[in-house]
């Protein structure tokens, strides 16, 4: 089980509830460490909220810190250390995908290129790369937040439901290189899904709904 100390995300005591809705966690503590997480449950089971509370988008009380480094006392270098793009945000969309994939990764001084170029590749997205990110469907946008995502080398990257909209040929890229980092020491990838994932390691499992007061509520594989 991963402890704080060798914890890439850590939270401590999180609490989250919509107002006049029941609370999506209270009193919750549990480490993320290196590797693939699965954050799992149904739709409506709070995946997406968690993860926006997880990236720094979304307050919640209690506190969070990534490599020691805590939300409510420097914000800006935790959200550096954190690549997560709301699948639902219409932010990029004057843009090209070059574009978007240039200012994704901006600020990110180990940014894989070549893993990013493999993986526009591996998601047949070069005939698309140089069209404004609104003229792309669903699928196609979210392989472009996918390639950077992946390419990424901030410590925690926040994915959800990256096979949304997806060929099969780019969800077994999508796999494949997921299996390949599951190795990489120091980053954690969290992949919030309604669906289980077989076929690639994973350092842990969050079940949701989460227990109320759960302490380390995540079992390995
Ligand atoms: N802004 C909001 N205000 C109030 N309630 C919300 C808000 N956003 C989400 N909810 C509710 O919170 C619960 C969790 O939503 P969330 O989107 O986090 O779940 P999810 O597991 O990601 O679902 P899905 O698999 O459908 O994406 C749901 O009951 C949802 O209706």
Request: glycine share 10%.
């Amino acid at each position: 089980m991963t402890t704080p100390h060798d914890a890439v995300l850590h939270l401590q005591d999180l609490g989250f509830a919509y107002p006049a809705q029941p609370p999506l966690a209270t009193r919750w503590t549990t480490s993320i460490g290196a590797g693939i997480t699965l954050l799992h449950g149904d739709t409506g089971s709070g995946k997406s909220t968690l993860l926006r509370i997880m990236a720094g988008t979304l307050a919640a009380t209690g506190r969070l810190s990534i490599a020691g480094i805590r939300l409510d006392t420097a914000a800006e270098a935790y959200r550096r250390n954190v690549f997560f793009i709301d699948p639902d945000t219409d932010a990029f969309d004057k843009v090209t995908a070059l574009e978007c994939s240039a200012s994704l990764r901006d600020g990110d001084t180990h940014f894989d290129a070549f893993r990013w170029q493999a993986l526009v590749e591996g998601f047949a997205l070069t005939p698309h790369i140089g069209k404004p990110m609104f003229m792309l469907s669903t699928g196609s946008k979210r392989k472009v937040w996918l390639a950077a995502a992946l390419a990424s080398s901030r410590p925690l990257t926040l994915l959800d439901e990256p096979t949304g909209g997806l060929d099969a040929a780019s969800i077994r890229c999508l796999w494949r290189t997921l299996a390949g980092m599951s190795r990489e020491s120091g980053r954690a990838v969290v992949v919030a899904s309604g669906e289980r994932v077989t076929g690639i390691p994973l350092a842990a499992t969050i079940e949701l709904p989460l227990q109320t007061g759960a302490r380390h509520a995540q079992r390995q594989g």
